[in-house]
């Protein structure tokens, strides 16, 4: 598993890194505003008479740099036809990726603040601080099914069902107890509880926190 996650990580960083270096420049204007700035930021922008959406860092999403108007340039995927922000520094999180594996293959001999954990609920990449843990990847068992989930932030998740993908934010109620609701919506569904609640097993399991 933990062999999987490591290819999973170069991979998706390497394809960001390719992106950047192989991808077609190409002119964006910036349409609208960005929005989801707190969970999944995504900047509309239209190139060539068509609208898209592009996704971009909370940092760059809420310091202002993006105006309506405004030309940006953009890095077209040769092969899925993606656009990301040619700013964008994919190749450095590969180099972060690839370092981290190194140091948790020495761990036994250089202490690492990067340690792997193996559990009930899959292999998992925890970081740690002094305060608090975060979890990058771990699985659920959902509808007899293993689910990969991704924590984004400290209330941030992403669900990979079999049939779409979920956004799910956690939220406590003034007695402390989580409500589980998908991005863009104040409704708790019986769905979005029940994986909520295997992820809350998932994370107390670990020792980690959110």
């Not at 239209?46 to 609208?51: C, F, N, Q, R, S």
């Not at 001999?109 to 601080?129: A, C, E, Q, R, W």
């Not at 956690?170 to 029940?194: L, P, R, Y």
Request: hydrophobic share 40%; aromatic share 8%; proline share 4%.
């Amino acid at each position: 598993m933990l062999a999987l996650l490591t290819v999973w990580l170069v991979v998706y960083f390497g394809a960001g890194a390719y992106q950047k270096y192989a991808g077609r420049n190409l002119n964006a204007v910036i349409t609208g505003e960005p929005y989801n700035c707190g969970t999944r930021p995504r900047l509309p922008v239209t190139i060539k008479d068509t609208p898209r959406q592009m996704r971009i860092s909370r940092r760059a999403c809420a310091d202002g740099r993006y105006t309506v108007g405004k030309i940006i340039q953009v890095k077209l995927h040769p092969i899925t036809g993606g656009i990301m922000d040619d700013t964008s520094i994919p190749e450095v999180y590969l180099l972060a990726t690839i370092v981290l594996m190194v140091l948790a293959g020495v761990k036994e001999k250089t202490p690492s603040i990067f340690n792997g954990l193996m559990g009930l609920h899959g292999t998992m990449i925890v970081f740690y601080s002094k305060t608090e843990i975060y979890m990058s990847q771990f699985t659920i068992t959902q509808q007899n099914a293993t689910i990969p989930v991704t924590q984004e932030d400290k209330d941030s998740f992403i669900v990979e069902m079999p049939d779409k993908t979920l956004y799910l934010i956690v939220k406590q109620d003034n007695e402390g107890a989580n409500h589980w609701f998908e991005e863009g919506s104040d409704n708790e569904t019986d769905e979005t509880k029940s994986i909520g609640i295997a992820i809350e097993t998932a994370l107390a399991e670990s020792g980690a926190t959110y």
